[in-house]
């Protein structure tokens, strides 16, 4: 079992940047999917920015060119710098890892960092 704790967040001016971490409590060498996720009032979750395979980077369409989702593997940690911050980006975002150990999927979330853009 991995535990996830994400820090980082706080309150900023629109146009700033925030960087936000997630820890994990073991090794993520075996982890092959790790995510940020956002959820505001009101709204479903979903996906901001995700690394597949170590590789393979996707953003949603609404950060692509401000975010940057990165992971350390030395250290069990994932970031994500968040650049050019709008008030639309206000959110409790939420850090998600996936790994298949003896055939089973294991997913780890965390409990969130809130992250709030002001105009």
């Known amino acids: 079992q991995v535990r996830l704790v994400e820090s980082g967040g706080g309150l900023v001016q629109a146009g700033g940047s925030l960087r936000l971490s997630c820890a994990a409590s073991?090794?993520?060498?075996?982890?092959?999917?790790v995510g940020w996720y956002r959820q505001a009032p009101g709204k479903q979750r979903e996906l901001v920015a995700q690394?597949?395979?170590?590789?393979?980077?996707n953003y949603a369409d609404s950060v692509k060119g401000r975010f940057t989702i990165s992971r350390d593997n030395a250290k069990n940690m994932v970031y994500l710098q968040m650049d050019s911050l709008k008030p639309e980006d206000t959110a409790v975002y939420l850090c998600?890892?996936?790994?298949?150990?003896?055939?089973?999927?294991?997913?780890?979330r965390g409990q969130g960092t809130q992250v709030t853009v002001s105009s």
């Open positions: 690394i597949i395979s170590g590789t393979n980077t």
């Open positions: 998600n890892m996936r790994e298949i150990r003896g055939g089973v999927l294991h997913e780890y």
């Open positions: 073991g090794s993520i060498f075996s982890i092959n999917y």
